[in-house]
């Protein structure tokens, strides 16, 4: 690294930032000066992770993804524990919390997301967390006994992913949802009844279109503790502890004090630069084409065509994925992508359900081609399935095999586009769901034996 190498200020100590500086040191070694700022007083960790730090599954030294001899090793400047605070575009100037000033030639927003929080008192609370950050685990860990009450308020992917771990250290755990279903927006709503009752068999309470109306207190004064949750209905779920998941927004104050253009995310265009051409965002906090992402794919995407731009690689673009979601429970296999139902008068809908094994599959079609899928308690196809919807592949021909997966296709017909042949005696099943009082009465039959 020379003395005339450009300087590279990284707002964010977190996935998507560091993956890009990763990405950026094997294109361009040398080519700038990194200095890193983060708010957490640690090194580099994997966020997915931490619901398997958790549940007991792993432990702290097993998520971390650059520990600091990592940037040492690379002449990266690490400022753990002392986010930035402001940011002049003009100067080129960036300032710490701590009042560390540094120039930039190039800057890179990678501040990630907040956890949502509901209008309501007792957030305050000693007992009250979130699950966004590793001391939010720690904080949850510590809390956590053997035979203990914990109420999580959230049934989408964090929060069922904070019960499991919970419920794995021996708390009885009730899960209060806003909606009739689990998981609303990964899931249509026969799947997360499915989910629901599989969760509810590993020991989790559940509680749907449960409108939380206070966090209440135990004891007065300084000894004063969570006690508990009171819904809207007057309903009491006691509780040592309360975790908070609703859902997260990207972190925007400091662009939006830097003057940058910001709707719900830092607008980025397809090269991953901000409204200033010499400032990038990245993950959670970036917003291209009107959309924000949380899963980690988009991210490491996004990482990639960033790292190449700063490289100089001027072709490099950014292309909204196809979004798929996965769950990371044991034991239980769920996966989506593309649209969750039909929405169009033409799309079609191709069901199967089991309810023995708890197993449930959705194909929405369009034109000839798969636009979504809903898999529950068999997920084998789901890469193949994500693959079709996005290399929107012609699927008319395989249509009656598609529902069993890739290896009937294959033997009906092979790849999408060759000529099936499907013997007289070979099933074809498109399932029209029961109603949801039978399907709940029939899935709780199974569930409860």
């Known amino acids: 690294m020379t003395r005339d190498a450009e300087r590279l200020v990284v707002v964010g100590n977190g996935m998507a930032g560091m993956r890009t500086v990763e990405a950026l040191v094997k294109r361009a070694p040398g080519r700038y000066r990194i200095a890193v700022f983060g708010a957490e007083p640690r090194p580099n960790y994997s966020r997915i992770l931490l619901s398997a730090l958790l549940a007991g599954e792993c432990q702290w030294d097993e998520i971390v993804i650059n520990p600091y001899s990592w940037y040492a090793d690379r002449g990266i400047e690490l400022h753990a524990g002392d986010a930035i605070a402001s940011i002049d575009p003009v100067a080129r100037k960036a300032v710490s919390a701590a009042g560390v000033a540094v120039s930039y030639d190039k800057l890179l927003l990678a501040t990630g997301s907040r956890p949502l929080a509901p209008p309501i008192p007792g957030l305050e609370l000693p007992g009250v967390s979130a699950f966004r950050e590793a001391k939010d685990v720690d904080a949850m860990i510590a809390a956590a006994r053997p035979g203990g009450r914990a109420v ?54 559940f509680a749907t279109e449960a409108v939380a109306e206070e966090i209440f207190g135990d004891g007065r004064g300084d000894g004063a503790r969570v006690g508990g949750v009171r819904l809207a209905d007057g309903r009491l779920f006691d509780a040592e502890l309360v975790v908070v998941a609703i859902g997260i927004r990207p972190e925007t104050a400091l662009a939006r004090a830097a003057g940058l253009e910001v709707n719900r995310g830092i607008v980025v265009g397809d090269d991953l630069r901000t409204s200033d051409p010499d400032i990038y965002a990245v993950g959670e906090c970036a917003e291209h084409r009107g959309r924000c992402f949380g899963l980690v794919a988009p991210l490491w995407d996004m ?113 999408p586009g060759a000529e099936p042949h499907l013997a007289p005696s070979a099933p074809v099943v498109e399932l029209p769901l029961p109603s949801r009082a039978d399907f709940e009465h029939a899935v709780a039959r199974v569930a409860h034996g």
């Open 303 to 415: 990482a990639e065509v960033c790292a190449a731009r700063l490289a100089g690689e001027r072709d490099a673009v950014f292309a909204t994925p196809v979004l798929s979601t996965r769950l990371k429970i044991t034991g239980v296999d769920l996966f989506s992508a593309g649209a969750l139902m039909a929405e169009a008068e033409s799309d079609d809908e191709v069901t199967y359900l089991d309810l023995g094994r708890l197993t449930y599959k959705k194909l929405v079609l369009r034109e000839g081609r798969i636009v979504g899928a809903v898999l529950y308690g068999d997920v084998a196809d789901a890469a193949w399935y994500l693959r079709l919807i996005e290399e929107r592949a012609e699927i008319s021909a395989l249509r009656p095999f598609l529902i069993f997966g890739e290896a009937h296709a294959a033997a009906a017909g092979g790849a």
């Open 152 to 205: 999580v308020i959230g049934g989408g992917l964090l929060g069922l992913e904070a019960a499991w771990g919970l419920a794995r250290r021996g708390m009885a755990v009730t899960v209060l949802h806003l909606m009739p279903t689990l998981m609303e927006r990964q899931l249509d709503a026969t799947a997360g009844q499915l989910l629901e009752r599989d969760l509810e068999r590993r020991g989790i309470a």
